[in-house]
């Protein structure tokens, strides 16, 4: 069965970056793209960008843009989100998510608390 | 960028009652976009995709409507675990956008 497994809660100081991992299994992880969403607290979903596991091409949202990298192992079948120059408002859940292959996202992983705190 | 609203941002409701939550675009998307359920402390489900496909496994009572701006989400008699936060997502256009999210309460 398709499983999306994330590492474990990150504790960052502002300024920071942090490296979230997602690991993919029963599916070929080259053929569907894995995009990152993350959930602040008391907010909605907010799509962050997604990453083709075939040739490591991504894209980004604007807002993200310059600090948001987005990499892939294929060896590994794992994708990562790095996000960079941390602040407060970065405080969230970072989901991955696998897209069926119509930019829908059919499997999310556990997701990945990331605090941002002083 | 599209900014999907959705109405209402809350409802309470009792078991078998039908449930209708609806989802705008500000600019015509098609049928691009899909409905997602999320439970405290859960990750996002698949329900709807492409405004009114269902996703493999969804119970029945789940549809979806809709193209161009309006859509919509019902849950056809509503079940105890039904009770989460529904959200639309658009795919027409980069960045994807999800809406604020519609929280389903049981009475």
Request: proline letters at 4%.
């Amino acid at each position: 069965q398709v499983q999306l497994v994330q590492s474990g809660a990150e504790v960052k100081k502002p300024g920071a970056s942090v490296k979230v991992s997602c690991m993919a299994s029963g599916y070929t992880f080259t053929g569907h793209y894995i995009h990152w969403v993350r959930r602040a607290p008391g907010q909605g979903l907010e799509w962050m960008g997604w990453i083709n596991p075939n040739i490591g091409g991504a894209t980004y949202a604007q807002r993200f843009q310059g600090r948001v990298t987005m990499t892939r192992d294929s060896s590994n079948n794992t994708a990562y989100m790095e996000l960079s120059r941390l602040k407060s408002d970065d405080t969230a859940v970072y989901y991955c998510a696998r897209d069926e292959g119509g930019y829908d996202l059919d499997y999310w992983g556990q997701g990945t608390l990331v605090t941002v705190s002083s | 960028e599209i900014v999907l609203t959705q109405s209402p941002d809350f409802q309470s409701v009792t078991p078998k009652e039908k449930v209708t939550i609806t989802c705008r675009a500000s600019q015509s998307i098609g049928s691009s976009l899909h409905w997602y359920q999320q439970k405290p402390d859960q990750s996002p489900k698949l329900l709807i995709k492409y405004a009114s496909q269902s996703f493999s496994g969804v119970p029945s009572r789940f549809s979806g409507s809709g193209s161009g701006t309006d859509f919509t989400l019902t849950i056809n008699s509503l079940e105890a675990e039904d009770a989460a936060t529904y959200y639309c997502h658009q795919s027409s256009s980069l960045p994807h956008t999800f809406g604020p999210g519609t929280k389903v309460d049981i009475k």
